[in-house]
């Protein structure tokens, strides 16, 4: 299957070893495995630590060492040094490196073990880290995630700690808009619209926000947003043809058909290019008895099934199908370990996507993708074609409730049945039945430029994250804030 799960991460040397780690805006804590490489630690700890990502866990113990970040250096970073390590790709990638705040496992340990102000002086996150021994610099950083052709696998991105990216100086003249919840960089949504017409939310979780409006955390682990499900109907529900498929639970789109989607920050308007609303799906379908390779596109964003008493502080998440549209300047204001009420944190933000120019993308770009693939088939008939197949399953099913005499004589004959349901049916029940749509074979490289203080143009060479070929990374995406 071909999929668009994106994820962005960075290379940093820890202990004077290189080591590759996830960038997420969505968490803090900095864990590393460090097995099989000589890192020279600064301070040790018999400090047990665990992080907990819905599905995938670690577990280890609190270290320091040194962490250089591009031309950054930090003498005596805090890390999970990992231990064990359950449900990750450790072959491609070896950590993640937060970029949320502090208050999260570290600090915690810490605090219950030496106390406030040693858990505000030595339990900083990497970001926070890097303001702290600087005071001068500005206390921000910017993030545009890039864009590429459907079928490429290298996306160009921005990066940039305590500056602003070229071309993107005027980000300091947008609203700022303030985190309203703690953990996360949660803001303010005004209005969600489809087609122009704006989408009715329930009232907000969060205390104070306004009626009629919503929080989002903005977050780049995630490829395709969770948002309320009624949110993902009004979107796909306004695109000709697009189908929902109670087999699968997604929205079944026509390859060659998107809406118009805009969200609202503080009276600034932020298209998303259609080519964000859907990706391209090859799946094998049986087509008068014989089976054949197909193209279907699903919905990016889609109905949440985070549990509303364990992730709090917002009331969506907008993750990269939404932030490939923007430029990102996620700004600390006064915000240190100690001090979290004085100079909040905020985000600006300038829309990257020409709502004049990405429909005429997205026919070209569509077109040209689907020209590579294999024939597209309508929605409905993928629908037919899953009815069909439950239809046959709940009559060999009946078939053998039926079967009292002989069972033990029709053994074999049993096991071969068995054996012909999954070479006749288990590539689409894994595809759609089992809801396991983002399994890929074709995946995603994203090269991103980062650009540290003042140091334009320096590029250091982002690698691809590649996903675990069964739904359990979805899951982990869809179930990670533990803080």
């Given at each position: 299957m071909l999929t668009r799960c994106l994820q962005y991460y960075v290379d940093i040397t820890l202990g004077g070893q290189n080591f590759t780690v996830l960038l997420d805006t969505g968490s803090t804590d900095l864990w590393v495995y460090t097995a099989g490489k000589d890192v020279k630690f600064t301070n040790t700890t018999n400090l047990d630590a665990s992080l907990h990502y819905g599905i995938g866990s670690v577990d280890g113990i609190i270290q320091f060492t040194e962490l250089k970040l591009g031309d950054f250096t930090i003498p005596n970073q805090v890390f999970i040094n990992a231990t064990e390590v359950t449900d990750m790709q450790l072959d491609t990638y070896q950590g993640i490196m937060g970029m949320a705040f502090d208050n999260t496992?570290?600090?915690?340990?810490?605090?219950?073990?030496?106390?406030?102000?040693?858990?505000?002086?030595?339990?900083?996150?990497?970001?926070?880290?890097?303001?702290?021994?600087?005071?001068?610099?500005?206390?921000?950083?910017?993030?545009?995630?890039?864009?590429?052709?459907?079928?490429?696998d290298i996306a160009d991105g921005v990066f940039v700690i305590s500056d602003h990216g070229e071309g993107f100086e005027n980000v300091t003249k947008t609203p700022q808009l303030p985190r309203v919840a703690p953990d996360h960089w949660s803001i303010v949504m005004d209005a969600m619209l489809v087609n122009g017409k704006s989408f009715a939310f329930n009232k907000s979780r969060i205390s104070g926000v306004p009626s009629g409006k919503?929080?989002?955390?903005?977050?780049?682990?995630?490829?395709?947003?969770?948002?309320?499900?009624?949110?993902?109907?009004?979107?796909?529900?306004?695109?000709?043809?697009?189908?929902?498929?109670?087999?699968?639970?997604?929205?079944?789109?026509?390859?060659?058909?998107?809406?118009?989607?805009?969200?609202?920050?503080?009276?600034?308007?932020?298209?998303?290019?259609?080519?964000?609303?859907?990706?391209?799906?090859?799946?094998?379908?049986?087509?008068?008895?014989?089976?054949?390779?197909?193209?279907?596109?699903?919905?990016?964003?889609?109905?949440?099934?985070?549990?509303?008493?364990?992730?709090?502080?917002?009331d969506l998440i907008l993750g990269d199908a939404f932030l490939r549209n923007v430029y990102a300047s996620f700004d600390y204001g006064d915000y240190y370990p100690g001090n979290h009420t004085n100079g909040l944190p905020f985000v600006q933000m300038l829309p990257t996507t020409d709502a004049s120019k990405m429909w005429q993308e997205f026919h070209d770009e569509r077109a040209a993708t689907l020209a590579e693939l294999p024939p597209v088939i309508d929605p409905a008939a993928i629908i037919q074609a899953e009815k069909a197949l439950q239809e046959s399953a709940a009559d060999e099913d009946l078939h053998k409730t039926g079967m009292v005499a002989?069972?033990?004589?029709?053994?074999?004959?049993?096991?071969?049945?068995?054996?012909?349901?999954?070479?006749?049916?288990?590539?689409?029940?894994?595809?759609?039945?089992?809801?396991?749509?983002?399994?890929?074979?074709?995946?995603?490289?994203?090269?991103?430029?980062?650009?540290?203080?003042?140091?334009?143009?320096?590029?250091?060479?982002?690698?691809?994250?590649?996903?675990?070929?069964?739904?359990?990374?979805?899951?982990?995406?869809?179930?990670?804030?533990?803080?």
């Open positions: 496992d570290i600090y915690q340990k810490i605090q219950s073990a030496w106390g406030t102000d040693a858990a505000n002086s030595l339990a900083r996150a990497p970001i926070t880290n890097i303001f702290a021994q600087d005071p001068t610099l500005p206390n921000n950083f910017d993030v545009q995630l890039g864009r590429t052709s459907e079928l490429e919503v929080v989002a955390a903005l977050d780049t682990g995630f490829s395709f947003p969770p948002i309320p499900g009624a949110a993902v109907d009004a979107i796909y529900s306004s695109i000709p043809g697009a189908l929902f498929d109670p087999y699968s639970s997604f929205w079944l789109v026509p390859c060659d058909a998107s809406t118009n989607l805009t969200f609202v920050f503080a009276g600034q308007e932020f298209p998303v290019h259609p080519i964000d609303l859907t990706y391209p799906n090859t799946i094998e379908l049986e087509v008068n008895g014989t089976l054949t390779n197909v193209t279907a596109c699903i919905n990016t964003y889609q109905a949440s099934t985070l549990d509303p008493r364990s992730f709090t502080g917002f002989g069972a033990a004589a029709s053994s074999d004959e049993d096991s071969s049945s068995g054996d012909s349901w999954g070479k006749k049916y288990g590539t689409i029940a894994l595809g759609f039945l089992a809801a396991n749509l983002l399994i890929g074979v074709v995946l995603l490289v994203v090269t991103v430029t980062m650009c540290v203080r003042g140091v334009k143009g320096k590029s250091v060479r982002y690698a691809p994250v590649r996903f675990k070929d069964n739904a359990d990374d979805y899951e982990r995406r869809a179930l990670k804030y533990s803080d």
